[in-house]
Every structure is written in C-alpha cells, then in structure tokens.
C-alpha cells in the first residue's frame, strides 16, 4: 500500500510504502515549494523505468549486447467534449551493438512493460480499500 501524507506546507507530500519514503510537490509558479517531482512527474518516471526496466530484462535473457537504454516521455493533457484526453510521447534509445531487427524488437517489448499495458487498459479507481481477510 501507498500512502500520501500532506499537512500545512502547501502542496509538499510524503509518500510512503512500506519500505521507502519519498517527496511529491508543485512547481512554485502553481503555489508549491517544488521540493519534489510533481505528481505527474512521478506518474512518468513510472512508466520509463518499467520500459527500461522491461528491455534491460529482455535484453540479459536474449544476450543481447546493450550498453545503455535511456526512456525521454513528456505529456500533453486537455479536455476534449468533457473528457479528459491524455497523450503520452516517448522516445526510447538503446545505446548497444544490435542488428536492425534486434532494435526494432526491442522497441516490440517496450510495449509489453506492465506499467504501459496498465496505462493502456480501463483503470478504475475506487473510494476503499478492499482488506484482506
């Protein structure tokens, strides 16, 4: 479980898990302190680890020679007939002696990343947590 935590500091937002604590914010010019990504920010990075993540593992499990791969996303959101439209733009660059099929391969299994089958899928979010038993 996640847990967000903000008190009288503006927009500053401790996030926990169960391990890790970590710092969501706002830029200044929206009122924030920008003591941490923004939410959106972290909502980014989530997807272009789970891609680098994704083809790092594809990559050991095939063999293939990969030096580097670096995941560049930005966003565009706006409403559209009361609906929020959101476009996620990326650009995946993998530094390593591949052949052209390897390459575009690669760029096959970016999709598969969980994070971007999650992103790409209905998401429903609900008021309470279920318990468990």
Same mark, same amino acid.
């Given at each position: @479980?996640?847990?967000?935590?903000? =008190? ?25 302190? &920008? ?16 891609? !680098?993540?994704?083809?790092? @593992?594809? !990559? ?11 995941? &560049? ?23 390593? &002696?591949?052949?052209?099929?390897? =390459? &575009? ?29």
């Amino acid at each position: @479980m996640i847990s967000s935590i903000i =008190h009288e500091q503006s927009f500053k937002t401790v996030i926990r898990s169960e391990r890790h604590e970590w710092i969501a914010d706002e830029p200044t010019s929206l009122g924030g302190q &920008d003591s941490g990504p923004s939410p959106f920010d972290y909502l980014l990075s989530s997807l272009g680890s789970c891609i !680098a993540i994704t083809l790092r @593992m594809y !990559a050991e499990r095939k063999g293939l020679s990969v030096r580097s791969i670096r995941v &560049d996303l930005s966003m565009d959101s706006r409403r559209e007939n009361g609906k929020a439209v959101t476009t996620i733009y990326k650009n995946i660059d993998i530094d390593g &002696d591949l052949t052209p099929e390897q =390459h &575009d391969r690669m760029l096959e299994i970016a999709e598969k990343c969980p994070i971007h089958a999650m992103l790409t899928g209905d998401i429903k979010v609900e008021q309470d947590i279920p318990m468990p038993a």
